[in-house]
């Protein structure tokens, strides 16, 4: 009963956040929707100055930004795309492979006319940021990568055996169970979590 009710409170825990207010973006900033490698991005885009470009998260949109696009903008043309199939972008059936969402950023950067920008990039805007950058170097004056590491960066290997990040490697039976027809799906991925929380005490 005690797993069950600290896991009910860690859930919540988790859920607030999202709930959440999101803070608007300044009034000067504006959206727009650009067609950019065959898909619509909508782009949040104000301020004066070098361009920075801020890619959000999984599972988050461009809003996430706003606090910091707000300090930016007095020296900084900030724009904050959200990532195709995210927010209020277009949701295509395919291209979500890094390479191809690091050619949605191209292609913003280009209908905006901007040559290069200083990247900011959280969780998986840093695996479409890093594609971006390696494909388009000379557009990148500046990479700041946050809370999360690259795939086949570094010791990724080792990263990937982090009992803390168990879920990056979600797989195997548990997920077989997950899909099986008229499973009960919450309990194996409650098992599962509660077992891997056993180990990391």
């Known amino acids: 009963m005690f797993r069950l009710l600290i896991g009910g409170l860690g859930a919540l825990a988790i859920a607030l956040p999202a709930m959440a207010q999101v803070p608007p973006f300044p009034a000067s900033f ?18 004066v100055g ?44 395919g291209g979500y492979d890094k390479k191809t969402q690091g050619e949605d950023v191209a292609g913003v950067l280009d209908a905006l006319k901007i040559e290069k920008a200083q990247l900011v990039t959280h969780d998986i ?3 479409v940021g890093y594609a971006f950058a390696a494909e388009h170097p000379d ?16 010791p990724w290997e080792e990263i990937l055996k982090n009992p803390l990040l168990w879920h990056f490697r979600f797989g195997g039976p548990d997920m077989e169970r997950l899909v099986r027809p008229r499973a009960n799906l919450p309990r194996p991925l409650l098992e599962r979590v509660f077992s891997r929380s056993d180990q990391v005490r």
Do not use: C, K
């Open 30 to 47: 504006r959206t727009q929707e650009i067609v950019a490698n065959g898909t619509t991005i909508h782009v949040r885009l104000g301020g």
């Open 50 to 93: 070098p361009a920075v470009l801020l890619l959000h998260g999984y599972g988050e949109t461009g809003d996430m930004w706003a606090p910091l696009a707000a300090a930016l903008m007095d020296h900084h043309t900030v724009v904050v795309p959200d990532l195709r199939g995210m927010g209020l972008s277009s949701h295509p059936p």
């Open 125 to 127: 805007g840093n695996m």
């Open 139 to 154: 557009r990148v004056a500046r990479f700041a990568l946050l809370d999360a590491p690259l795939p086949g960066v570094g």
